[in-house]
């Protein structure tokens, strides 16, 4: 059973990382009524008799929380570094947060494996999106009462505030699915590390944009279950996406599809088949797909998917940033709070704006072979 490290990072990152412990938890107390430690509980927690005084490593001592993402790989280069981002909208109101996004970026591109970029707009269209539905009375939808999706603070019913607990449940059940077939038995199980060996030719080009169906896992919202057809082509749908971008007007270079519940390998194999022609793949890796099954759907469904595209549309997001950038930096504003900080020059700020420019015309040499013909190559014959 592959073990997990979570290490959570800044006011955002403990908010999710407070719901997401909350929803592991539970979903965890659904499977395993009896509260006896078993082997998929083991990828998060370490049964440690606390009678016995001895080395409790590294990790427990709280080394782990203060390491970057670099020192993570100097530290443990064997173990794989998945990153989930959330990236400023445009109506952010930290004035610095491109600083703060291109610089992070940097160390992104240098030492995680994969990153699952996620933006605040997103977030907050799709929890509009829920609202407008629960209003309107569609389909017979309801929102319980002190749910995950309203929190305590009625974060549904206010409009002009940003329902955070709402937003953050929804990248908790992200990591939910992210983790679940390293957790639970399935059919056709897939480590995270597959996820990178799958979905990254290029190094450099390691950011997943990530879709989910259903939003939320513990029927907080009441929605009529969706038809599993009907679940994949949402996985595909803007509307269910994490970050606003367009795949399907873009190019795909590899593409994962993880599944949870009673759903067979012939119904993946039929949706993959049926989506194919509304998706341009990369002329060297047109069966770029890797599939998982895991058994355990989510609690309160029958079946869930997640998503995770390897595609160029996530460029216009960087190129946004930049610009964001660039207005600040050329007029040197609020560069001095930086500076005051030990270690930081102004070199680090060209530096990072550098290699964000450098991923940037990444994608864009792949989005020119766009359009471009399949060749049929040859296959491999081999003498009997």
């Not at 929102?143 to 995950?148: D, F, I, M, R, T």
């Not at 030719?201 to 513990?218: G, I, N, R």
Request: net charge neutral.
């Amino acid at each position: 059973m592959t073990q997990s490290v979570v290490v959570q990072v800044g006011q955002c990152g403990n908010q999710i990382g407070c719901c997401f412990w909350d929803l592991a938890l539970r979903e965890h107390a659904a499977v395993n009524q009896k509260g006896i430690y078993d082997e998929a509980i083991s990828s998060f927690f370490r049964n440690v008799d606390t009678r016995v005084v001895g080395d409790g490593g590294s990790i427990s001592k709280g080394k782990i929380c203060s390491l970057k993402a670099r020192v993570l790989e100097d530290e443990f280069p064997e173990v794989y570094r998945f990153v989930t981002s959330i990236y400023p909208s445009g109506e952010d109101d930290v004035i610095t947060s491109p600083y703060n996004s291109i610089l992070a970026m940097k160390e992104l591109n240098e030492h995680a494996d994969c990153v699952l970029p996620i933006d605040n707009q997103s977030l907050f269209d799709i929890i509009s999106k829920i609202d407008l539905m629960v209003n309107s009375g569609k389909l017979g939808t309801t929102v319980k009462p002190k749910s995950l999706v309203t929190s305590s603070s009625g974060a549904l019913k206010k409009q002009h505030k940003k329902p955070f607990d709402a937003m953050n449940n929804i990248v908790a059940n992200l990591l939910l699915n992210l983790t679940s077939s390293a957790r639970f038995e399935g059919s056709l199980n897939m480590d995270l590390n597959e996820i990178s060996m799958n979905l990254v030719p290029f190094p450099q080009l390691h950011y997943l944009v990530s879709s989910l169906t259903p939003l939320y896992t513990l029927t907080d919202v009441n929605i009529p279950p969706r038809r599993l057809d009907q679940m994949f082509s949402d996985a595909f749908s803007k509307d269910h996406q994490l970050l606003r971008a367009d795949p399907k007007h873009s190019l795909y270079l590899a593409c994962a599809l993880m599944v949870r519940g009673n759903v067979q390998i012939s119904d993946l194999r039929r949706n993959i088949e049926r989506l194919k022609p509304s998706l341009q793949f990369v002329s060297w890796n047109q069966e770029g797909w890797k599939t998982s099954l895991c058994s355990v759907p989510p609690v309160g469904h029958s079946h869930s998917l997640l998503a995770l595209a390897n595609n160029t549309c996530v460029k216009p997001t960087f190129m946004e940033l930049k610009e964001r950038f660039m207005r600040l930096y050329k007029k040197k504003a609020h560069l001095h709070h930086y500076l005051q900080v030990e270690g930081m020059e102004e070199s680090c700020f060209t530096e990072a704006v550098s290699s964000l420019s450098a991923l940037i015309q990444e994608y864009d040499q792949l989005d020119a072979t766009k359009n471009m013909p399949v060749q049929d190559l040859p296959r491999l014959s081999i003498a009997m």
